[in-house]
């Protein structure tokens, strides 16, 4: 294939001057902004050797403006170069009128005469465009003018076999019905639609300097978000804020659909040249902001599939996103103006509010909440937004869209945006904004009214549940009345009563609680309620770690983390709270926690304007001491700790379900030296939950601190002698009293402490005990090797990078390492030699190395110095 070809779509085809041969080049009114990334895209085409382009857009797009543009800025030969500008009309759907005009669009070129067919026609032309001696570009402008089947069977042809030295450009406003895809395969076809024609920011701020606007970055933004980047619209505002100066007064005006100049554009180049069938079909259609097929087909009536079809293939201005079979259309938005202002003048109001009613509608049959409540509230029909609040409000509030919801209620009639159940919606939209004060006020407001909008026995149900979330959030006292769930029409609602009265049943300690948590869950995530599956989730994670059960836990923790992300609601409360318990568990396990997990905790902001964690001052606590042992100024880390567990105790909203902050936040505290700060703690924790086994531990780790093992050891006992639920705290109880009874060389009773607590915590790997409490891992290391079936784990605790060891400069050979390791087996000196292949002289020799630099003189202390030091 040779010659590349551009066609183009033209109304103006004004003599110009550039270059050798050129003919019919429009003359533009004005200086054109360069565009260096649209220029670049025919300079590629014209490179291919034989390439085509083909520029399509509606009208006012900038189309000839572009190739124009090009032609004179390019870096063509100008001596050498011939190019052409032909501009099709309808009299050129005729093969011999076709042929003619481009041959006298060359000027010195002969036309040919006779009725040869099209294709031998164009092979006449192509190759008299190869003994053009240099680069050849022919312009054929409004190319979408040519329909008749045998002017478009020769020009495909000549596309085929364009000569190398020559390119063909061609604009029009629709693709001309001629096999593209067979170009696209020669790799010698160049597209630019609408969206590469359409001006950037920078292109549209250029634009206007170049028409002495001067315009703020805001102001630029609209214009942008106006315009579309339609280079007419662009140009036309230009001008309007030349001649008028107000930026404002002209961006306001400019939206107007009545604007003269704007309307005569729209209707003189784009609606005057489609049917009245289509005409209607934009009209109704402009209702929505955007629509499918589907909603097009409930606006504009069962043909709405043909008839969009048939403007799609008429190039008309209309964006659409997503893939076959989901696109999405819309307007640009002085289209839609426009077309608005034309049905509104055409049907009355009263014909735009059924439309409007029509979309909001089939919204809420599509569970779209907030897309159907503004078309319903715009159509001010009190029956269907009281409806569409009840069917379709719980949805929004437990989704993430909550807020656009209740903004679209503002402009409700004021009955409705103050019935109760409205404000019961409020209320828990403020729940999830982490403002319990705020939700509290609206749950007031619906006291002693009932609802024009919900049954009184659903409303009752709702109050109720909402009661709950409420004061379980502002840590008072919860009452739960016995209400079972009731099956109908209000899924959304009877999950979130289901998923209040399981948290009712948790906070109570009842033993099916997590039976009734699984079923509310599952209530939840058939209704498709949000929030009230992710707390389900949440709080079923949340009993796990209550009962001891770390793994399920963090497994349960996990999946909430997913399913916030998945529907977009990873920043809330609960989705903080299991991505706490999911770090917690890994820190626990000594494990990396997953990809995205360790992240900052929401803040919420109350009415007082005080920042406060959505997750509760708690996991805030909890989440820094998880990340305490990765921070290198651990004074200043323990400080905020010690801050950040007061606030959480003067929180009311610290539960029991917290209580193992205290002896973890103790800890930390101690390492550092803050004994005073660490009491502090402990008292405040029982002033406000009442003494628990956990806080005597905390105290317990205190009192060894400060030398006091005897207290110590009391406490401790005292708190094994209580039936522990929380694993975690029973493995660190037994760990420090190995500990203490090491250090008054109660050898045994160490060894039993340690064995027991390694036999809680392997089954669930709790690793972290064992590396936060002082010398614990000194003990295993005297220990290793004789725990049976728990030297394993024992291992995993050792060899952690956690591991605290005894600090060692010792240095020993390869060799030497070698035979060390062998040395706790049960092989005599002769078996450890056949082990290694090695003389029995050379292991003995080996050994006295090992012996020299441990300082020791036996097999056995040899393997005691050695764990101690960390080289076993």
């Keep these: ?31 054109p902004v360069h565009r260096h990334q649209l220029c670049a895209h025919f300079e590629r085409a014209r490179t291919l050797g034989g390439g085509v382009v083909l520029v399509c857009g509606m009208a006012g797009t900038g189309k000839t403006v572009a190739v124009t543009e090009w032609l004179r800025c390019s870096h063509l030969p100008a001596s050498q170069t011939q190019v052409a500008w032909a501009t099709i009309s309808e009299e050129h759907n005729n093969p011999r009128a076709f042929w003619d005009e481009l041959h ?48 478009l069977s020769g020009l495909a042809h000549l596309l085929e076999i364009l000569p190398e030295h020559a390119t063909v450009v061609l604009t029009s406003r629709f693709p001309p019905p001629i096999p593209w895809h067979q170009l696209d395969l020669t790799g010698a076809l160049v597209r630019l639609d609408d969206a590469v024609l359409a001006f950037d920011r920078d292109e549209t701020r250029r634009t206007l300097t170049a028409g002495h606007v001067v315009v703020t970055d805001a102001e630029l933004d609209a214009v942008v978000a106006l315009t579309g980047g339609w280079a007419a619209m662009v140009r036309f505002i230009a001008l309007l804020l030349s001649a008028r100066g107000d930026s404002r007064e002209v961006l306001e005006s400019a939206t107007a659909s009545d604007h003269p100049a704007i309307s005569d554009f729209l209707v003189g180049e784009l609606l005057d040249t489609i049917s009245a069938e289509q005409r209607e079909f934009l009209m109704r259609t402009a209702v929505a902001d955007s629509f499918d097929v ?20 008429a190039n008309f201005p209309m964006s659409h996103t997503g893939s076959a079979g989901s696109e999405i259309y819309s307007y640009h938005p002085l289209m839609r103006s426009h077309l608005k202002a034309e049905l509104d003048r055409t049907l009355g109001r009263d014909g735009v509010r059924r439309l409007e009613l029509k979309a909001g509608g089939w919204y809420s049959r599509a569970d779209e909440p907030v897309q159907a409540i503004r078309y319903v509230t715009a159509a001010q029909d009190r029956y269907a937004l009281s409806k569409c609040i009840l069917d379709l409000g719980p949805k929004a509030v437990f989704g993430p ?20 159940f409205v404000h019961l919606l409020r209320s828990v939209h403020a729940l999830a904004l982490g403002v319990p004060v705020e939700a509290d006020a609206f749950l007031h407001a619906t006291s002693v009214r009932s609802s024009a909008i919900c049954p009184a026995e659903v409303l009752d149900r709702f109050h109720h549940a909402v009661e709950i979330d409420i004061r379980s959030a502002l840590g008072d006292e919860v009452v739960e009345v016995s209400a079972p769930v009731a099956p109908g029409a209000h899924r959304d609602i009877e999950s979130y009563v289901a998923v209040q009265q399981s948290k009712c049943a948790m906070m109570r300690g009842d033993p099916g609680t997590n039976d009734r948590l699984r079923a509310a869950a599952s209530l939840a995530e058939h209704a498709g309620s949000i929030r009230p599956h992710l707390e389900a989730l949440m709080l079923l994670a949340l009993n796990e770690g209550a009962r001891g059960h770390v793994s399920a836990m963090g497994a349960r923790a996990l999946i909430g983390v997913e399913y916030a992300r998945s529907v977009g609601l990873s920043g809330s409360g609960d989705a903080d709270r299991c991505a706490v318990m999911c770090r917690y568990h890994h820190f626990l396990r000594g494990t990396r926690p997953p990809e995205g997990i360790d992240r900052p905790l929401g803040m919420s902001v109350g009415i007082d304007g005080l920042s406060s964690p959505l997750a509760g001052w708690d996991s805030y606590a909890m989440s820094q001491l998880i990340a305490f042992h990765q921070t290198t100024d651990k004074v200043s880390a323990a400080r905020n700790i010690a801050d950040g567990v007061l606030t959480a105790l003067a929180d009311s909203r610290m539960s029991a379900r917290s209580v193992p902050i205290i002896p973890f936040a103790t800890r930390v505290l101690v390492a550092v030296h803050e004994l005073d700060q660490a009491q502090r703690i402990i008292e405040e924790a029982t002033r406000v939950l009442g003494r628990r086994p956990h806080f005597d531990l905390a105290a317990a780790t205190v009192e060894h601190a400060r030398g006091r093992s005897a207290r110590a050891r009391e406490l401790l006992d005292s708190v094994l002698d209580h039936r522990l639920d929380h694993g975690v705290c029973e493995v660190e109880a037994h760990v420090l009293r190995a500990v203490l009874r090491a250090a008054s060389d109660h050898e045994f009773g160490a060894y039993d402490d340690l064995e027991t607590a390694l036999t ?8 972290r005990p064992f590396l936060t409490i002082g010398d614990a891992v000194a003990l295993l290391d005297t220990h290793s090797g004789r725990f049976g079936r728990l030297d394993p784990f024992v291992e995993s605790i050792r060899t952690h990078p956690d591991a605290p060891h ?4 010792v240095v020993l050979t390869p060799a030497e390492a070698r035979v060390l390791k062998q040395l706790p087996s049960p092989q005599t000196t002769q078996e450890i030699a056949h082990a290694l292949a090695l003389s029995v002289n050379t292991i003995k020799t080996h050994l006295r190395g090992v012996y020299g630099k441990l300082g020791v003189s036996s097999r056995g202390d040899a393997i005691t110095a050695a764990r101690l030091t960390g080289l076993l």
């Design 1 to 31: 294939m040779g010659a590349a070809v551009l066609l183009t779509t033209s109304d103006d085809s004004s003599t110009g001057a550039a270059g050798r041969g050129v003919r019919l080049i429009p003359r533009l009114a004005t200086e």
């Design 104 to 151: 006298r669009s060359f000027g010195d070129c002969p036309p040919c005469h006779g009725d040869q067919v099209p294709r031998t026609r164009a092979e006449i032309f192509a190759q008299w465009l190869g003994e053009i001696g240099g680069p050849v570009v022919l312009v054929l402008d409004n190319a979408h003018a040519v329909h008749d089947p045998l002017t």
């Design 294 to 313: 589907d909603l097009a087909t409930e606006l504009a009536g069962p043909e709405a599939a043909r008839i969009l079809a048939e403007i799609l293939a």
């Design 401 to 420: 869209h909550g807020a656009a919801f209740l903004k679209a209620l503002d402009s409700a009639p004021t009955d409705i945006a103050d019935d109760p």
């Design 760 to 767: 809680l915590a392997e089954p669930e790997h709790l690793i």
């Design 806 to 809: 005894a600090s060692t400069n």
